[in-house]
């Protein structure tokens, strides 16, 4: 249980969340994200609407909160919940954000302890929207997300999915996972979630290859995709068209919002990023792809003993971000499209890892070079990440230690302005 103190407010340097939770079938998500936010050590007050205890029980939400639950204003008058809970939040989460609550939030309705609270609170607040594709597309949500955003909140792009009965399409909650992770983010950094990419088209990699050895084996790689996949979900909700061509990665679910093209092979995964660059505004080369391959492939299980061989001839595969370069150049791709490479690296007695990273960068001419320094539980299948941002122009700046989130904002800043004037819609 989280430590409170005496009086009930949370320890210093815990952070108060308020979840609002409207009235949708998808509210039942809203107990593994309470239970994320509560187990990372932050004080967690739940406000349901009405409709919301409907599908899950007030009991629940105390039992995971660890606090009181309202949903009217008149509820513990002497504590003012109605006023105070807004006031003292360092983020406001509303997971799921019904159509009615958003048009509710929009009009500047007070009729209950959530909407009450959405007025007071000056901190970021977050809407991540459920609802049926026809209720997501009307024109009054579209004018409400609209009027939402330039108010200065966030409104997550949904999830496309399984929805009520037999029905699928966008609209679809995200797994708490996922909102758990936005949600960190903003708490990391408030401004982490501008809308600044809309009409842009984004093309990110993600994740390892295998080069099949035999049908039982590969050569690989520890990369997890974390890190492409936090870039693939920011840029969505940063309002991009997004393509993520995703290589073995460790279980990860697919993010909201964003297209995925599965591959296995670095040749597979080369032939998808060619295809889909050859129409975006920028390329973000964030997979770790297998340099060599076997020359040969054994159609039945190499065995021990007789027939084992005593080494494994290996090729090159293609330089996939010197490739894109290259069409780049060569007028096969725009010329305006931003190319972004990722770089693992470690120092040794001839250099450090910004020693070897500005080589790279030199030799393979992409736009920006994200350095990351690996070993020692660092860069590969971590939730952190830090490093350094080198640019084509000379630049170098540093990528403090924090969520691979956080990084991927970052990369996304440096990225933006970079982009042509206008789009290609």
Known sequence: MTPHAADGAPEAGRRRVVVGVAGGI????????????????????????????????RATFEALSGN????????????????????EADLVVVAPATADLMARAVSGRADDLLTATLLTARCPVMFVPAMHTEMWEHPATVDNVATLRRRGNVVVEPASGRLTGKDTGAGRLPEPDEIFALASLLLERADALPRDLVGRRIVVSA???????????????????????????????????????AGA?????????????????????????????????????????????????????????????DSI????????????????????????????GFAAETGDEHGDVLTYAREKLARKG???????????????????NDGWLLAADGSETALPHGSKALMASRVLDALRPLLSQGDRT
């Open 68 to 87: 009181p639950v309202h949903t009217g204003v008149f509820a513990d008058v002497p504590e003012v919940p109605h006023v105070r809970l807004g006031q």
């Open 249 to 309: 990665v460790a279980g990860l679910d697919d993010p909201a919002a964003v297209d995925v093209v599965r591959v296995q092979t670095a040749a597979q995964m080369q032939d998808a990023v060619t295809k889909h660059a050859a129409s975006a505004d920028a390329v973000v080369m964030s997979a770790a792809v297998a340099d060599f391959r076997p020359v040969s492939f054994a159609a039945s299980k190499i065995k021990k003993g007789a027939g084992e061989p």
């Open 207 to 245: 994740g390892g290859t295998r080069e099949p050895l035999d049908p039982v084996r590969f050569l690989g790689n520890r990369s997890s995709g974390k890190q492409g996949y936090a870039l693939a979900r920011l840029a969505a909700q940063r309002g991009a068209e997004v393509t993520l061509v």
């Open 26 to 57: 998808a509210a039942y998500k809203a107990c593994a994200l309470i239970r994320a936010f509560t187990e990372n050590g932050h004080y967690v007050r739940v406000v349901p609407t009405e409709a919301a205890l409907e599908f899950v029980g």
């Open 366 to 384: 992409c736009d920006l070079l994200v350095v990351n320094a690996v070993g020692d539980g660092k860069a590969f299948e971590v939730d952190h």
């Open 313 to 340: 001839a290996l090729t090159k595969n293609d330089d996939i971000l010197a490739g894109l370069v290259r069409s780049r150049s060569e007028g096969a791709l725009s010329e305006d499209t931003v190319i972004v």
